[in-house]
């Protein structure tokens, strides 16, 4: 079992920037992928970043050289930098645990969610 909780998110403005931690307990983190998914209102949940045990990553086209993620396994932690936000990035961001990709089957814990609301 993993036990995940996002922070982070808020209101920000249009070119603005914020920083989203999820902290894991639980299981060994550093042996798990993690993930970043997004859902806006009305919307499917869609996948934004991931990164496996040894740093690999990969981005959706959509974020690519405006967000970063990255891992700290010595603090169980996974971040995810957002730069350049626009009004499109709004949406419920979701860390997840798992064996990594771009597919929701392939994480098997969720956070709660934490929301990042993108002001025009």
């Known amino acids: 079992q993993v036990q995940l909780v996002e922070s982070g998110g808020g209101l920000v403005q249009t070119g603005g920037s914020l920083r989203l931690s999820c902290a894991a307990s639980?299981?060994?983190?550093?042996?798990?992928?993690m993930g970043w998914f997004r859902q806006a209102p009305g919307k499917e949940r869609e996948f934004v970043t991931a990164?496996?045990?040894?740093?690999?990553?990969t981005y959706a086209d959509s974020v690519k050289g405006r967000f970063t993620i990255s891992r700290d396994n010595a603090k169980n932690t996974v971040y995810l930098q957002m730069n350049s936000l626009k009004p499109e990035d709004t949406a419920v961001y979701y860390c997840?645990?798992?064996?990594?990709?771009?597919?929701?089957?392939?994480?098997?814990?969720w956070g709660q969610g934490t929301q990042v609301t993108v002001s025009s």
């Open positions: 639980g299981r060994t983190f550093s042996g798990y992928a």
């Open positions: 997840a645990a798992g064996v990594g990709g771009s597919s929701i089957r392939s994480y098997s814990w």
């Open positions: 990164i496996n045990w040894y740093g690999g990553n």
